[in-house]
């Protein structure tokens, strides 16, 4: 059985980082594309990056640089390291593991920014 489960959000002032973790099981995140989306309640979700089998990573233009993400191989967890965030960054944020017709998701974690 697959699972991915997120942490690390939380409340944050403007300005402040936070780091979210994907912990995966019954998957190898190495051997899969994990990703990183955002999502505001009555909206799309959103694309925010994702990390390759290849390590080749890649983010949304619109955040500018200020969030990357990385992988921990031996803990099998991927993460979104999140910098000089802003209020517009509120959102649940979900992890998904992607691989062939293969497409799991993380129940979430809720990042909200204060201004």
């Known amino acids: 059985q697959v699972q991915l489960v997120e942490s690390g959000g939380g409340l944050v002032q403007a300005g402040g980082s936070l780091r979210l973790s994907c912990a995966a099981s019954g998957i190898i995140v190495s051997a899969y594309t994990m990703g990183w989306y955002r999502q505001v309640p009555g909206e799309q979700r959103e694309w925010v990056a994702h990390?390759?089998?290849?390590?080749?990573?890649v983010s949304a233009g619109s955040l500018k640089g200020r969030f990357t993400i990385s992988r921990d191989n031996a803990k099998n967890t991927v993460y979104l390291q999140m910098n000089s965030l802003k209020p517009e960054d509120t959102a649940i944020y979900y992890c998904?593991?992607?691989?062939?017709?293969?497409?799991?998701w993380g129940q979430g974690t809720q990042v909200t920014v204060s201004s």
């Open positions: 990390i390759t089998s290849s390590n080749f990573t």
């Open positions: 998904k593991g992607s691989s062939g017709s293969n497409n799991y």
